[in-house]
């Protein structure tokens, strides 16, 4: 995806610098041209010769260097690249570039720049939390500066946590991607992804649910979005971080589900990713159900509504192309193809989510799949592959099929 691009990254002083190193690496294996530059502040933590060796460039450290002005410059450094990354990007840093300032080299590249710009902010929660970082960053993004991150999570000083993390790499890749992907084949279409499963409550602290992880879901959303989409994500409840880029509707029963799809009509593009639970408790008790002695209580249960069944079979408004996921334990195939005339979808991912699939880990709440894709013209059998493998394939299929479409 980042082929023969080239990407400006500068590195400020905090300790996920480190993370950084490994940022070079990801982009470098993706075809892109790295280049660095490091506030003084950020050698505290990597060397210029760590960056260096991994980016294969010489890394820009000062403003006024002599001879790094006569052969390149910080004007052409920021506008030799298609984007700039700021990873670390500290409130320092967010603080001098929401006010122009321009006093070393890194903050002057971000001045004298007419790029787009990935900020991945890390610090201290209480730094992120003040209000004079809330002012810059809002400032920042009312600049048009694009943010990944921060995270939630331990901090490097003990007994810090909160949200400061700077995103994972993989995470700022995707961002990177996505910020370039303008142009890729879904550009100007919607795509609609349902993800994740459904809580269905029972009382206020019971509930019904599956174990779906929603990876599949969300890689599919991610992989939209590097492909130019528009993305509305409806997810269940996931321990996930949010795909770069996407809309997110957070639901949790399949009702919810179904009411946030319809708010998200019209689209072009649907996909059921999500594990919705078939059937939820009749009624919900108001409050939490007691042992009272000897007798269980009834659980009765009602089905819910088919989310993919009923965007479908919409006479209007139904998107071109309606996809729906079939988990089965036996005839995969044919309970697949079975699956897609009744529930009237244009496509269906089947997998087979049984013991006996051979993938390590299972399919449910694993990092792999084995899908076959069964549409009008047939079924194809796609290898086993990471399931961010089989979203781009996907998507890729989904770019495809509408570009056939539309010369027809
Ligand atoms: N689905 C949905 N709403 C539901 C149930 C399922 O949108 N209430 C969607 C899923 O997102 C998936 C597809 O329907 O895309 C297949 O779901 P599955 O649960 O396998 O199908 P069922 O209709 O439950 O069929 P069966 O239980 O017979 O396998």
Redesign the pocket.
């Known amino acids: 995806m980042l082929q023969g691009k080239r990407l400006l990254l500068v590195i400020g002083g905090g300790i996920a610098a480190y993370k950084s190193l490994d940022l070079i690496r990801r982009l470098k294996e993706r075809g892109a041209a790295v280049r660095v530059v490091m506030t003084s502040a950020a050698q505290h933590f990597v060397t210029p010769l760590a960056a260096g060796a991994l980016s294969h460039d010489r890394v820009f450290t000062e403003l006024f260097d002599r001879e790094a002005e006569q052969d390149i410059g910080h004007i052409r450094l920021s506008r030799e690249a298609d984007l700039l990354i700021v990873a670390p990007a500290t409130a320092d840093l967010m603080a001098k570039m929401a006010h122009g300032l321009a006093d070393d080299l890194a903050s002057a590249v971000l001045l004298a720049n007419t790029r787009p710009i990935l900020l991945a902010p890390a610090m201290n929660p209480a730094m992120w939390a003040n209000p004079a970082t809330r002012r810059n960053a809002a400032q920042l993004a009312a600049d048009g500066v694009r943010f990944v991150g921060p995270n939630a999570g331990a901090m490097a000083e003990r007994g810090e946590d909160g949200a400061g993390r700077m995103a994972e790499p993989l995470e700022i890749v995707a961002a990177v991607e996505a910020l370039l992907a303008a142009g890729g084949p879904l550009t100007g279409r919607h795509v609609l992804v ?1 993800s994740g499963p ?1 809580h269905e409550p029972i009382d206020p602290v019971r509930y019904i649910a599956n174990r779906s992880s929603g990876k599949q879901g969300h890689a599919i959303a991610a992989a939209a979005a590097r492909a130019g989409a528009r993305v509305t994500l409806v997810s269940g409840p996931v321990n996930l971080p949010d795909p770069f880029g996407v809309e997110m509707r957070r639901v949790e029963s ?1 009702r919810d ?2 009411a946030a799809v319809e708010a998200a009509l019209p689209a072009d593009i649907a996909i ?7 059937w939820r408790a009749a009624s919900e008790a108001p409050e939490k159900m007691k042992k009272d002695g000897g007798a269980l209580p009834p659980l009765a249960l009602t ?9 479908a079979h919409r006479q209007a408004g139904r998107p071109r192309l309606v ?6 334990t036996q005839n995969v195939v044919a ?1 697949a193809q079975a ?1 897609r005339a ?2 009237g ?1 244009d496509w ?2 089947a997998n087979d989510v049984s013991a006996r699939s051979g993938i390590p880990g299972g399919v449910m709440g694993g990092d792999s799949n084995e899908v076959h894709l069964i549409t009008a013209e047939g079924v194809e059998a796609w290898p086993p592959a990471s399931k961010a493998e089989v979203a781009e394939r996907l998507i890729a299929r989904i770019a495809a099929a509408l570009g056939a479409k539309e010369s027809e």
């Open positions: 349902t459904t399949a589900m179904l059921f990713a999500a594990a919705v639970a078939d089905e819910n509504p088919d989310i993919l069944a009923t965007i996809i729906g996921f079939a988990a089965e309970y699956k009744r529930k979808c269906i991912v």
